[in-house]
């Protein structure tokens, strides 16, 4: 199984801060196709997951330009700019290019 | 809007079976795949499997095989996962999750969650 560590486990940030989390695999998730088969997700405190990014750099939509993701094979960073109060919860990271999928363990971003 | 809704909570004890649906609303049900994934309690996501509502078929993490069966009803749209010889350390919240596209690029992304299905396995 392809293996997703992240880090921070936590992230305690100011508001208008920028804020970075890094998610790396032991396998490169990179397809032939060229893609790169990252998501990042959000879980907000009670909520389902929300998807941020998927295929390691494109913003779903209603998304936040704050929010960015960026890298290759299998070192990957997602930025917010400048974070908002409503940006707390557990962000994830996870790979879909092999099954079983797998997620990172989660860092979980509180406000300062 | 599409929406996924999934039954509410459950109690089961060690050694029943489990049965969760997610029934579906809003676009083309046999153009997505849907997944199923569960979140034990303060932990992180765990993988099920996935279900092609189209044909029926479906690919079964390894850790569930034998255990875990997910079929889909294309009248009422909706898709179950079914999970068997319960234990303790089944109790999660269980997910289905309905993929960004039918295409390659997106069939393993997760756009749409449904609201999870909390399970408690316990004598």
């Known amino acids: 199984d392809v293996v997703m560590t992240q880090s921070p486990l936590s992230l305690p940030v100011t508001p208008g801060e920028a804020a970075s989390i890094s998610c790396r695999s032991n396998?490169?998730?990179?397809?032939?196709?060229?893609?790169?088969?990252l998501d990042w997700y959000l879980q907000k405190p009670g909520q389902s997951p929300q998807l941020l990014i998927y295929?390691?750099?494109n913003r779903a939509s209603g998304v936040p330009d704050r929010f960015s993701g960026s890298g290759s094979g299998s070192d990957f960073t997602l930025k917010i700019s400048r974070v908002e109060a409503d940006d707390v919860g557990v962000y994830y990271c996870?790979?879909?290019?092999?099954?079983?999928?797998?997620f990172g363990g989660g860092t979980k971003v509180e406000i300062k | 809007q599409v929406q996924l809704v999934q039954a509410g909570a459950e109690v089961k004890k060690p050694g029943a079976s489990l049965v969760v649906s997610c029934k579906t609303s809003?676009?083309?049900?046999?153009?997505?795949?849907i997944h199923w994934v569960r979140q034990a309690p303060g932990q992180g996501f765990e993988w099920m499997g996935v279900?092609?509502?189209?044909?029926?078929?479906?690919v079964y993490s390894q850790k569930f095989q034998g255990r875990v069966t997910m079929t889909r009803d294309t009248s009422t749209r909706t898709v179950y996962m079914d999970l068997s010889s319960l234990r303790s350390d089944d109790t999660a919240v269980y997910y289905c999750?309905?993929?960004?596209?039918?295409?390659?690029?997106?069939?393993?992304?997760?756009?749409?969650w449904g609201q999870g299905s909390l399970v408690s396995v316990s004598s």
């Open positions: 999750a309905r993929v960004r596209s039918g295409e390659v690029s997106g069939y393993r992304t997760f756009l749409y």
């Open positions: 809003g676009y083309t049900f046999t153009s997505y795949f």
């Open positions: 279900i092609n509502p189209s044909g029926g078929s479906t």
């Open positions: 396998q490169s998730l990179l397809h032939t196709n060229g893609y790169n088969y």
């Open positions: 295929l390691g750099s």
């Open positions: 996870m790979q879909g290019l092999q099954t079983p999928l797998t």
